[in-house]
């Protein structure tokens, strides 16, 4: 059974597939200071599972019909001291998002429904990110008077063209999960009723396959945006020679010229 941190999020590991899931589902989500929290601690958790090898794929989703409506703002607002409150509260989601954009093995988002303000930056820590095509994302901020957190100033911008940042993070319009994708926001959409089985099937394939190479190119993908381009190529060379004397390149290469199917330990 899955362990309860705190009321609001769920964390287990089975088949070395470590999972996050957003369970305070009577407030739809929300980011509340103890959701904070339980994000920090089950991060904290994927980390030390991926560390010791129990855990070769890390899986961020949520139960019931939203993924989250994003920050608590009766919370926020019910506070003798607002900006502490909302303080403490990003501290904690932002720890628990640099630890998952840290980790060395693949982490999946998924998004079954709509994703808002900081539910929405929760969303996007993925290296893949599948969303239902009929998902609702919306950043939501400035509508109440605020900025955003949870790295949205830095995923957009960073995935979109500036126009379509620009247009999503001022004005906040909603965008349908099929658009994300279309728009690049997401790696892809399928239609709802078909989320688990596509969910499962790119987990399983990154469950078995060769972890150091994924670790690799995810370190090199994340490199790149500090190094000019020879660096970069240096950088290639050196890691695939290694790659390639190592037992999953060797599996890897031998099982294509054998035209058989790699095993990977």
């Given at each position: 059974?899955?362990?309860?941190?705190?009321?609001?999020?769920?964390?287990?590991?089975?088949?070395?597939?470590?999972?996050?899931?957003?369970a305070?589902?009577?407030?739809?989500?929300?980011?509340?200071?103890?959701?904070?929290?339980?994000?920090?601690t089950?991060?904290?958790?994927?980390?030390?599972?991926?560390?010791?090898?129990?855990?070769?794929?890390?899986?961020?989703?949520?139960?019931?019909?939203?993924?989250?409506?994003?920050?608590?703002?009766?919370?926020?607002?019910?506070?003798?001291?607002?900006g502490?409150?909302?303080?403490?509260?990003?501290?904690?989601?932002?720890?628990?998002?640099?630890?998952?954009?840290?980790?060395?093995?693949?982490?999946?988002?998924?998004?079954?429904?709509?994703?808002?303000?900081?539910?929405?930056?929760?969303?996007?820590v993925?290296?893949?990110?599948?969303?239902?095509?009929?998902?609702?994302?919306v950043?939501?901020?400035?509508?109440?008077?605020?900025?955003?957190?949870?790295?949205?100033?830095?995923?957009?911008?960073?995935?979109?063209?500036?126009?379509?940042?620009?247009?999503?993070?001022?004005?906040?319009?909603?965008?349908?999960?099929?658009?994300?994708?279309?728009?690049?926001?997401?790696?892809?959409a399928?239609?709802?009723?078909?989320?688990?089985?596509?969910?499962e099937?790119?987990?399983?394939?990154?469950r078995?396959?060769?972890?150091?190479?994924?670790?690799?190119?995810?370190?090199?993908?994340?490199?790149?945006?500090?190094?000019?381009?020879?660096?970069?190529?240096?950088?290639?060379?050196?890691?695939?020679?290694?790659?390639?004397?190592?037992?999953?390149?060797?599996?890897?290469?031998?099982?294509?010229?054998?035209?058989?199917?790699p095993?990977?330990?």
């Amino acid at each position: 059974m899955p362990d309860t941190i705190l009321d609001r999020v769920t964390y287990d590991v089975v088949d070395q597939v470590a999972r996050i899931e957003l369970a305070h589902t009577r407030a739809h989500n929300s980011l509340d200071k103890r959701m904070g929290e339980a994000l920090r601690t089950a991060a904290a958790r994927a980390a030390e599972d991926v560390a010791s090898g129990a855990a070769r794929v890390v899986v961020v989703s949520a139960q019931g019909r939203v993924f989250s409506v994003g920050g608590d703002l009766a919370e926020f607002g019910g506070s003798p001291d607002r900006g502490a409150q909302v303080g403490a509260t990003a501290e904690d989601l932002h720890a628990a998002l640099a630890t998952l954009r840290a980790l060395e093995v693949p982490v999946v988002s998924v998004i079954n429904g709509t994703a808002a303000g900081g539910g929405l930056g929760i969303a996007l820590v993925g290296d893949i990110i599948i969303a239902a095509a009929e998902a609702k994302l919306v950043l939501a901020y400035t509508a109440s008077g605020l900025t955003p957190d949870c790295g949205l100033t830095w995923v957009v911008p960073h995935r979109l063209s500036w126009v379509r940042a620009m247009d999503l993070a001022l004005t906040n319009r909603l965008i349908t999960g099929a658009e994300a994708a279309e728009w690049g926001l997401v790696s892809r959409a399928v239609p709802a009723n078909e989320l688990d089985t596509a969910v499962e099937a790119v987990v399983s394939a990154l469950r078995h396959g060769p972890a150091h190479a994924l670790a690799d190119t995810k370190r090199l993908m994340a490199e790149s945006k500090d190094r000019e381009f020879h660096d970069q190529l240096s950088a290639e060379a050196t890691t695939i020679s290694r790659n390639i004397a190592e037992p999953d390149g060797i599996e890897g290469v031998d099982a294509f010229l054998a035209k058989r199917k790699p095993i990977y330990a």
